[in-house]
């Protein structure tokens, strides 16, 4: 009977194998890894890079099967309809982003204005590279869990590949997902987790005042749409600080605003629009009915039209923390004991979230900078990253499967109903 016939905590085969399989790999990652950089497509484009990844995943003897648009899953293990058996999903995204890249690497990209400015090129292939050292594992009979890989597209896209890949049954039979994502700040060999929210919630908030338009000597002959519009851009965050809570990170920054062209004429429409952003889900959920009564309140003295345009996004990603302590300790035995670093809070997006609102699960901030190096930011087209990353993240989500096969059940999933309470200064929050 192998090791993996039992899973008990005793039976945990040591991390070595994970090290010396990911190591025969790093050369080839690499070289994927570049013809993926090279050649970015955008959200729901992203063909070639499927079929890279099929190919090879396929070439392992795996049976990989293709999303309805773009992107592929891919299903390695034992069945989990065995006794005692589970399956534990690990996803990366692929799509690029409609930024041109300025880095000179050689092997830059070849399409203009399109990049992989946010290392999704890194997270494909640190999933790929984990299924490949899964399936040599599993060979052996050191892998007593099923494992899926999801390699999802149209992440930075709205609506997004996660709730399109939810609906056609991606995490059907998976208790627990996991994922990284690029941090340029973080030194290569670091490795970024918290518990809680670690992303924020994202929506897209648009103003749109009108009125019969007229001349600027007579305002009181018209709406003063420019006159409104600024009203809104000042009053509204101001109301939304005191109504929300300020725990939960809420914040409507505006990123544009267009009304007229003259400087003597009211023009007769005229609008805003931004972004709002929270780290709790109930603030989130919550926040649209305000912005609606707050926004009609102010303008209501004004004797304008107004319509608002609020596009939900994605819920904040909240990490779950027995998911959490499991990247935690794979990190510490395939990198090292001091590799694990907390990592801050973003009030950027991230569509994993969605699948954190069926399974427990949790992300962690890969490190890429180059030590010593410049701190690169994501979404710019000098984003430059440390490739020895790849195989980190490769024997962090490897082990990571490896050893939840060896973990007692999650006794309850995070699901729609997992709320976060706002935890005080930005502190990790709890879910219940």
């Not at 959200?43 to 090879?56: I, P, V």
């Not at 302590?325 to 979230?353: K, N, P």
Request: aromatic residues 2%; proline residues 7%.
């Amino acid at each position: 009977m192998s090791r993996a016939s039992v899973a008990g905590v005793n039976d945990v085969p040591p991390a070595d194998r994970v090290r010396e399989l990911t190591a025969e790999l790093e050369e080839e990652l690499i070289a994927i890894r570049r013809q993926i950089h090279a050649n970015p497509e955008l959200g729901w484009m992203e063909q070639e890079t499927t079929a890279l990844l099929f190919d090879r995943l396929a070439a392992a003897g795996l049976r990989p099967r293709r999303t309805q648009s773009s992107g592929l899953v891919c299903d390695i293990g034992p069945d989990p309809r065995q006794r005692g058996r589970r399956r534990i999903g690990l996803r990366g995204d692929i799509d690029a982003l409609p930024v041109p890249e300025t880095t000179g690497l050689p092997f830059r990209s070849r399409r203009h204005g399109v990049s992989h400015a946010c290392g999704h090129d890194v997270h494909a292939t640190a999933v790929l590279g984990a299924g490949l050292v899964l399936a040599r594992l599993h060979e052996e009979g050191l892998l007593p869990v099923g494992v899926r890989l999801v390699l999802q597209p149209a992440e930075e896209v709205q609506p997004s590949g996660a709730k399109a890949l939810l609906e056609e049954g991606v995490l059907d039979g998976v208790e627990q997902i996991y994922a990284l994502h690029c941090a340029p700040k973080i030194e290569v060999g670091k490795v970024g987790s918290r518990i809680g929210p670690i992303t924020a919630a994202s929506d897209n908030v648009t103003v749109v005042v009108r009125s019969t338009g007229g001349h600027t000597s007579r305002p009181h002959l018209t709406g003063d749409v420019v006159y409104a519009l600024g009203h809104v851009i000042t009053e509204l965050p101001a109301v939304l600080d005191r109504r929300l809570d300020p725990r939960s990170g809420a914040n409507l920054t505006w990123g544009a605003v267009n009304a007229g062209k003259a400087p003597n004429t009211i023009p007769s429409v005229g609008s805003v629009t931004g972004t709002l952003r929270s780290l709790d889900i109930e603030t989130w959920e919550r926040a649209g009915a305000l912005v609606d009564e707050v926004v009609h309140g102010l303008l209501a003295p004004y004797g304008v039209d107004v319509e608002l345009r609020h596009q939900r996004g994605m819920p904040p990603v909240v990490n779950d923390e027995q998911c959490v302590r499991m990247l935690d300790t794979a990190t510490r035995e395939v990198v090292g004991s001091d590799a694990v670093v907390l990592t801050e809070q973003s009030l950027g997006g991230e569509d994993f979230a969605w699948y954190l609102s069926r399974v427990p699960g949790a992300m962690v901030r890969l490190g890429t900078r180059v030590p010593g190096g410049p701190a690169h930011d994501l979404h710019q087209g000098d984003l430059v990253v440390d490739e020895r990353a790849i195989g980190i993240g490769v024997r962090v989500l490897a082990r990571t499967a490896q050893l939840a096969g060896y973990e007692p059940r999650v006794a309850a999933p995070a699901g729609p109903a997992a709320r976060v309470r706002p935890g005080r200064g930005g502190a990790p929050a709890r879910a219940r």
